[in-house]
């Protein structure tokens, strides 16, 4: 009876560890979004040199990296609370 009680308890706190780390990922990618939107807003609005472009290039590029690794790391947190499945998982 123990070791199912601190079973469920585990897989509670993982949960609730699981759905806190969804909705950082989820405000964190909204943010990164806002961040692209303002760089191609700059990129179109300004008249800049061919240096300058290449900078905000190179910026949007590995923001949109970025943004594609969140989704993924939300899309796998997701599916694994979705299954019923929720861990925590340790980063070192």
Same mark, same amino acid.
Request: aromatic share 0%; proline share 1%.
């Given at each position: 009876?123990?070791?199912?009680? #601190?079973?469920?308890?585990?897989?509670?706190?993982?949960?609730? $560890?699981?759905?806190?780390? #969804?909705?950082?990922? #989820? $405000?964190?990618?909204?943010?990164?979004?806002? $961040?692209?939107?303002?760089?191609?807003?700059?990129?179109? $609005?300004?008249?800049?040199?061919?240096?300058?472009?290449?900078?905000?290039?190179?910026?949007?590029?590995?923001?949109?990296?970025?943004?594609?690794?969140?989704?993924?790391?939300?899309? #796998?947190?997701?599916?694994?609370?979705?299954?019923?499945?929720?861990?925590?998982?340790?980063?070192?």
């Amino acid at each position: 009876m123990r070791q199912s009680q #601190a079973e469920t308890r585990r897989h509670n706190v993982a949960k609730r $560890s699981m759905t806190k780390e #969804a909705k950082q990922l #989820a $405000s964190l990618i909204a943010g990164l979004r806002e $961040s692209l939107d303002g760089i191609l807003k700059e990129r179109t $609005s300004a008249k800049l040199t061919g240096a300058e472009m290449g900078l905000l290039d190179e910026r949007r590029n590995n923001l949109l990296l970025t943004i594609a690794a969140l989704d993924d790391r939300l899309s #796998a947190v997701q599916g694994l609370i979705d299954l019923g499945r929720p861990h925590v998982i340790r980063v070192h």
